[in-house]
């Protein structure tokens, strides 16, 4: 039901978007309305999905649950690939990232949303910010590690590993843990 919310919004808006433009001096309002309705509907039709997903209190709990486990799974990932930074060759990093991290991040972003319910949008949006960040430098060192510059791993890799720690911090606050 969500994904078929969100196509609708997306459609709408893409219909509006036209509309608007297909004559230049004037705008048509009634058909311009008229294209919006959907994508009204549609927010509508989140809002209660999002609803009746937040009153799932077994599956927020599940997701909660996944996202404490996930991030610090990720944690300990990086803190063993930061110990083995010196020992490590250049080019194997991005191996290691992607055998070993690409399963808790997903994990994590899968579950993401259960933050918004339990902790609200002000909480989500600090955590994320955090994990965000973590994962572009995670990203910087893969790509630095193709090109076997170890420097570049190493200074990614180091600024990836605060980022997520302030992450797993932020959340372990959250949750009391």
């Given at each position: 039901?969500?994904?078929?919310?969100?196509?609708?919004?997306?459609?709408?808006?893409?219909?509006?978007?036209?509309?608007?433009?297909?004559?230049?001096?004037?705008?048509?309002?009634?058909?311009?309305?008229?294209?919006?309705?959907?994508?009204?509907?549609?927010?509508?039709?989140?809002?209660?999905?999002?609803?009746?997903?937040?009153?799932?209190?077994?599956?927020?709990?599940a997701s909660l649950?996944?996202?404490?486990?996930s991030l610090q799974?990720?944690?300990?990932?990086?803190?063993?690939?930061?110990?083995?930074?010196?020992?490590?060759?250049?080019?194997?990093?991005?191996?290691?990232?992607?055998?070993?991290?690409v399963g808790p991040?997903?994990?994590?972003?899968?579950?993401?949303?259960?933050?918004?319910?339990?902790?609200?949008?002000?909480?989500?949006?600090?955590?994320?910010?955090?994990?965000?960040?973590?994962?572009?430098?995670?990203?910087?060192?893969?790509?630095?590690?193709?090109?076997?510059?170890?420097?570049?791993?190493?200074?990614?890799?180091?600024?990836?590993?605060?980022?997520?720690?302030?992450?797993?911090?932020?959340?372990?606050?959250?949750?009391?843990?």
């Amino acid at each position: 039901m969500r994904n078929a919310a969100y196509a609708l919004i997306a459609l709408s808006f893409l219909a509006a978007s036209y509309v608007a433009v297909l004559d230049t001096r004037e705008v048509e309002w009634p058909l311009l309305v008229g294209v919006l309705i959907p994508g009204i509907v549609g927010l509508v039709l989140v809002r209660v999905a999002r609803a009746r997903e937040a009153g799932n209190v077994e599956k927020r709990t599940a997701s909660l649950q996944k996202l404490e486990t996930s991030l610090q799974e990720i944690v300990r990932l990086v803190e063993a690939l930061w110990e083995e930074r010196g020992e490590v060759d250049a080019y194997a990093f991005k191996d290691r990232i992607d055998g070993e991290l690409v399963g808790p991040i997903g994990d994590f972003v899968e579950a993401r949303e259960a933050m918004i319910d339990a902790f609200g949008l002000q909480a989500y949006a600090d955590v994320m910010s955090d994990f965000a960040s973590a994962e572009r430098y995670l990203n910087r060192a893969w790509s630095a590690s193709t090109d076997g510059y170890i420097d570049e791993v190493t200074r990614s890799l180091g600024r990836s590993r605060e980022q997520f720690l302030a992450a797993n911090e932020r959340y372990g606050r959250l949750s009391g843990n």
